[in-house]
């Protein structure tokens, strides 16, 4: 098993720029593909990024392509989202996400919160108007 603990979360005003940590423990880090997932208040959790396991492929949503990155540093066990030109509609509790991936299976095909494993208690991120 992994361990996931969100971090970064908080108030920031729109047009403002915010970075999201995800701290793994237990299982090697670097087995695991990973992803973000938001959720609003009254609605589904929906996808954000993914990222595989070494860092070289990443996937984003449309919502948010050109505005936010996702990496992560293994050595750290670390997960990253930043950020940027965040709008009120980014606002939401964001969940980082774990699973073991096939090495054949694309990136574009994970983005439902079912198919992934390990999951972190989210942290709050607020944009205002």
């Known amino acids: 098993q992994v361990q996931l603990v969100e971090s970064g979360g908080g108030l920031v005003q729109a047009g403002g720029s915010l970075r999201l940590s995800c701290a793994a423990s237990?299982?090697?880090?670097?087995?695991?593909?990973m992803g973000w997932f938001r959720q609003a208040p009254g609605k589904e959790r929906e996808f954000v990024a993914a990222?595989?396991?070494?860092?070289?492929?990443?996937y984003y949503a449309d919502s948010v392509k050109g505005r936010f990155t996702i990496s992560r540093d293994n050595a750290k066990n670390t997960g990253y989202l930043q950020m940027n030109s965040l709008k009120p509609e980014d606002t939401a509790v964001y969940y980082c996400?774990?699973?073991?991936?096939?090495?054949?299976?694309?990136?574009?095909?994970?983005?439902?919160?079912?198919?992934?494993?390990?999951w972190g208690q989210g942290t709050q991120v607020t944009v205002s108007s």
């Open positions: 996400a774990a699973v073991v991936l096939q090495i054949r299976v694309s990136l574009a095909t994970m983005t439902s919160p079912s198919q992934y494993d390990y």
């Open positions: 237990g299982r090697t880090f670097s087995r695991y593909a």
């Open positions: 990222i595989n396991w070494s860092g070289t492929s990443t």
